[in-house]
């Protein structure tokens, strides 16, 4: 094997293999070449190589015979930047036209609501128009699948390169948004809507699901344009970062070519050859530097880049009259332009890497500083809520007050709509926002959209219903942005804290393990209990105080409560994680714990913690110590000790039977007796249990 690396070092390698020959499979040598079995291989390298094949004739002894000689060659810098680039723009148009095909169907979909609205039957027209939008849907669906599918291209690709744990970071981050386009809950709604259109179909059930589906897409909508803006973010970084690594070696390749020239035994013409080489290489990244500033543009908020302008062709200057020197034949006086283009190209790529710095500091600042105004926003918007389902609950429909409650309702439509503009501005910038953000502002807007409608219709029940749909959105979307805020406020404090945070090809893959100085992860029971103890002790201070119901007496106690039911969203979250991993391996512990504490999250959100709380959080601690007990019984190596047989005197076996059965009666008696233990006597009287039956 002959391997010449991309300076043209040829290396000669002799490797001795046996592979497994099956006569059904012809191409048997096509593994034989990967980057696998030649870790060394860089991009740009290309290896020759044959292969002798010896058969087994014990009798005249064994012959070979020898293959043609073959080439591979590993695709170089240039040509993965290039397949990079054309997915990302292929990735970038199929995108926007996703973006209008979303936007065609909603206006779609208002056509088809206007046409059977004074319509008694669905005629076969409409049917066939429901199809079409589906099919639509259905190509939306299948166009994300294929983007999610370059996107992963394109991130092999990049392995092939030097990059930085950070940059594979952010793929995943880009994965994730494209995963979540199609939220679970469309796909539901799409193929019950497939199973509708095949059959006679009810008015008012198709409105309904056409309402779904209108707001179903909306969000659609609003993900696609999300993940465009956050992925042409990505492009920048992701080209700037090349540009400095291709400046770094560039710098360094014209600082070695300066020292070669002052050289008086280096030849002339080789160094002329390479100062060309490098002249070349910098006009590419002039054109990178170009695209950068494109698709800078292109943002609905651009960064702010420097204009190098001036230095590139400062740069270029130097390096020509270098090229110029070297063919006069003066090394001497192309030698400092060689360094001079050296020193400028360095220059240029600590402003380049100071601005790539500046500009990742600015959007964590900006993103926080956001985020706590459009807290405080929602903080308002909730306790606005509150104070108009008071209202509504002592307003009768005869009062002229009651049109003033619509009205004001009315205002809170529009402040919702401010906040969601905010919010969807911010989630463009931060692809670490959840998806279910914006779509909880939807769910919001819906919600007073229709409290508006009923008390329109003096319906003041129904506007009630909505009103406090309205209000739990609101406090969720608050959790979850405060978890956010947290986040990001956690990864300011800490920078430089991620691993593997240098510009290896592995990083952070270090052989062998040190010893964890970081205090080790709390047990989810053990957090589950410690809730539990501050619910018990804040239901305390409101039996106290003069709110008996459990409602919230001051803003003090509502920021205790918000703070409760993000720690019990933590641990459900927590606790779905640990329960798909086990679902993989065929296991499924902890049965309906995380429907449980939905419900405990809600009844906190909505200032209503009851003894039926207090109680379901107890038996929510109960299995997760029995699920937690369960996980780690399997974990264990259990070893079965063998036991000599006892040697029990023979006496009257009739008296013997009648004591061994109705003692087994009691026992499934004691068992089958519904009686409420404390987790910890549970235990040992399970164990108490298992005792008497092994004697």
Do not use: W
């Not at 469309?186 to 509708?196: N, V």
């Not at 909508?221 to 291709?246: N, S, Y």
């Not at 070349?280 to 054109?287: C, G, P, R, S, W």
């Amino acid at each position: 094997i002959f391997t010449t690396d991309s300076s043209g070092k040829e290396t000669q390698l002799k490797i001795t293999e046996k592979i497994p020959i099956s006569k059904a499979n012809t191409q048997i040598f096509n593994y034989f070449i990967t980057s696998e079995n030649f870790p060394e291989l860089k991009p740009g390298d290309k290896v020759e190589y044959y292969f002798e094949i010896y058969d087994n004739d014990g009798i005249n002894g064994p012959k070979k015979t020898r293959s043609d000689i073959m080439m591979y060659n590993l695709p170089s810098i240039k040509e993965i930047d290039k397949n990079i680039s054309q997915n990302s723009e292929q990735i970038k148009y199929e995108l926007e036209s996703n973006i209008q095909q979303a936007k065609n169907i909603q206006k779609e979909l208002n056509d088809l609501y206007r046409k059977i609205l004074d319509k008694k039957q669905i005629s076969f027209e409409d049917k066939k128009a429901l199809q079409n939008i589906l099919q639509k849907q259905k190509s939306i669906r299948e166009n994300i699948e294929n983007l999610k599918q370059k996107l992963h291209q394109n991130k092999e690709l990049e392995k092939q390169k030097e990059i930085n744990e950070e940059l594979l970071e952010k793929y995943d981050e880009l994965q994730k948004l494209f995963d979540n386009i199609m939220t679970p809950e469309l796909e539901k709604l799409l193929k019950e809507l497939e199973e509708l259109s095949n059959k006679i179909l009810d008015k008012n059930q198709l409105q309904q699901k056409i309402d779904e589906l209108k707001m179903n897409t909306k969000d659609l909508e609003k993900e696609l344009d999300r993940t465009l803006e956050i992925f042409k973010q990505f492009q920048v970084e992701q080209k700037l970062q090349d540009a400095i690594q291709q400046l770094d070696k560039l710098q360094q390749q014209q600082e070695q070519l300066a020292k070669q020239s002052e050289d008086k035994k280096s030849d002339t013409k080789d160094i002329l050859n390479k100062q060309e080489q490098l002249n070349n290489a910098f006009k590419d990244l002039q054109q990178q530097l170009k695209e950068i500033q494109n698709i800078n543009q292109s943002l609905e908020r651009p960064n702010e880049l420097p204009n190098t302008t001036q230095q590139e062709q400062n740069i270029q200057s130097e390096q020509q009259q270098a090229t110029e020197q070297l063919q006069n034949n003066n090394k001497s006086k192309s030698s400092k332009h060689q360094k001079n283009a050296s020193d400028k190209m360095n220059e240029l790529k600590q402003q380049l890497q100071q601005t790539l710095e500046k500009m990742q500091e600015e959007q964590q600042a900006e993103n926080e500083e956001n985020l706590k105004q459009i807290l405080d926003n929602l903080i308002n918007l909730s306790f606005e809520q509150e104070k108009i389902m008071k209202q509504l609950q002592t307003t009768n429909t005869s009062d002229p007050k009651y049109a003033q409650i619509a009205r004001q309702q009315k205002k809170l439509m529009s402040q919702s709509k401010m906040i969601e503009d905010s919010i969807l501005a911010l989630s463009k910038r931060n692809p670490q926002l959840s998806s279910t953000i914006n779509k909880e502002i939807s769910s919001i807007q819906q919600n007073i959209h229709q409290s508006i409608q009923q008390l329109a219709e003096h319906n003041s029940p129904m506007a009630s219903m909505y009103m406090q749909k309205t209000f739990t959105s609101i406090n969720n979307l608050a959790l979850m942005l405060n978890e956010s805020l947290e986040n990001l406020q956690q990864q300011m404090k800490n920078p430089s804290n991620k691993p593997g945070s240098g510009s290896c090809k592995k990083p952070g893959s270090g052989h062998g393990k040190k010893p964890s100085t970081q205090p080790s992860k709390p047990k989810l029971s053990d957090l589950q209990k410690q809730l539990n103890q501050q619910l018990e002790q804040l239901k305390k201070e409101m039996q106290k105080g003069q709110n008996p119901n459990g409602h919230l007496p001051n803003n003090s106690l509502a920021e205790q409560l918000a703070r409760m039911a993000a720690q019990q969203e933590l641990i459900r979250q927590q606790l779905q994680e640990l329960i798909q991993k086990l679902k993989q391996q065929g296991k499924n512990p902890g049965g309906d714990i995380a429907s449980l504490m939905e419900q405990t999250e809600k009844d906190i959100v909505n200032n209503q913690i009851t003894p039926q709380t207090l109680l379901r959080q107890q038996e929510i601690l109960t299995r997760l110590l029995e699920s937690e007990k369960a996980i780690r019984q399997q974990e264990e190596d259990q070893r079965r000790e063998s036991k000599t047989p006892k040697n029990h005197p023979l006496s009257n076996q009739n008296k013997n039977f009648e004591y061994n059965n109705q003692l087994l009666k009691e026992i499934e008696n004691l068992q089958s007796i519904p009686i409420y233990l404390k987790p910890f006597y549970k235990e040992k009287t399970q164990q108490y249990f298992n005792i008497i039956q092994q004697h």
